[in-house]
C-alpha cells in the first residue's frame, strides 16, 4: 500500500502567520493518464472531512485563496497564506493514484 | 445541494452484522463512484470500498475483504455497507462519499461486548 508521510503533525501557528504542511508518499502519484490524484481536506471539530484541493493544487469552490498547494510525484505541500482562526482543526492528504486509497496521519493545526 | 445521510449504524457484539445506508440526494447518483471512508475514535481515514456507478466494480481495503459488502440501488439513489464478522477494531464512524469531495455527517459504528 501507498504510505503519506504528514509532517509535522502538530502545527501552532499565531494568527496571521503562514503554515506549511508536507505530505511525503512511498510511491509515485502520476497516475497512467498523467494525472496526479493527490488531494487535502480538512476536517474541524466535530465535523465530517472538507475536501480543500484536488489534483495537487486546484481549489473547490468555496476555499479561499489563502489555501494553496503545491508538488508533484512524492512530494507535496499544502501552504495556508496567512492563518485564520477558522483554519484550525486537522489537515490530512490522500491519494487515489493506488488502490487502496490512502489517508496521511493527519497534522493538527491549533492557534498558538 | 448534495445531501448525503447515512443510517444503520449502532452497538454490536463482535461477530455481529450491520447494514449501513445512504440516501443521496441532490446530483445524478448514476454518474458517481461512491464510497464509504471509516474513521475511528480519535483516529486518523480510512477508506473501505468503494463502488463503480453501475455496480459492476467494487474495491475493498484488505482488512474488510470477504467481511463487508458495498451494493448501490440507483433507482433508490442509494448505496449500502453490508459488514458482517464485525470486530472490536471496526469500531468508527462511517462516511458516505461522493467523489472524495462530498461526505454524510457520519453514522457510528460500535463494536463491543
Known amino acids: 500500500d501507498v504510505v503519506l508521510t504528514q509532517s509535522p503533525l502538530s502545527l501552532p501557528v499565531s494568527l496571521g502567520q503562514p503554515a506549511s504542511i508536507s505530505c511525503r508518499s512511498s510511491q509515485s502519484l502520476v497516475y497512467s493518464d498523467g494525472n496526479t490524484y493527490l488531494i487535502w481536506f480538512q476536517q474541524r471539530p466535530g465535523q465530517s472531512p472538507r475536501r480543500l484541493l484536488y489534483q495537487v493544487s486546484n481549489r473547490d469552490s468555496g476555499v479561499p485563496d489563502r489555501f494553496s498547494g503545491s508538488g508533484s510525484g512524492t512530494d507535496f505541500t499544502l501552504k495556508i497564506s496567512r492563518v485564520e482562526a477558522e483554519d484550525l482543526g486537522v489537515y490530512y492528504c490522500?491519494?487515489?493514484?493506488?488502490?487502496?486509497?490512502?489517508f496521511g496521519q493527519g497534522t493538527k493545526l491549533e492557534i498558538k | 445541494e448534495v445531501q448525503l445521510v447515512e443510517s444503520g449504524g449502532g452497538l454490536v457484539q463482535p461477530g455481529g452484522s450491520l447494514r449501513l445506508s445512504c440516501a443521496a440526494s441532490g446530483f445524478t447518483f448514476s454518474d458517481y463512484w461512491m464510497s464509504w471512508i471509516r474513521q475511528a475514535p480519535r483516529k486518523g481515514l480510512e477508506w473501505v470500498a468503494h463502488?463503480?456507478?453501475?455496480?459492476?466494480?467494487?474495491h475493498y481495503v484488505d482488512s474488510v475483504k470477504g467481511r463487508f459488502t458495498i451494493s448501490r440501488d440507483n433507482a433508490k439513489n442509494s448505496v449500502y455497507l453490508q459488514m458482517n464478522s464485525l470486530r472490536v477494531e471496526d469500531t468508527a464512524v462511517y462516511y458516505c462519499v461522493k467523489d472524495a469531495r462530498d461526505w454524510g455527517q457520519g453514522t457510528l459504528v460500535t463494536v463491543s461486548s
Open positions: 490522500m491519494q487515489f493514484t493506488h488502490w487502496p486509497h490512502t
Open positions: 463502488i463503480k456507478q453501475d455496480g459492476s466494480a467494487k
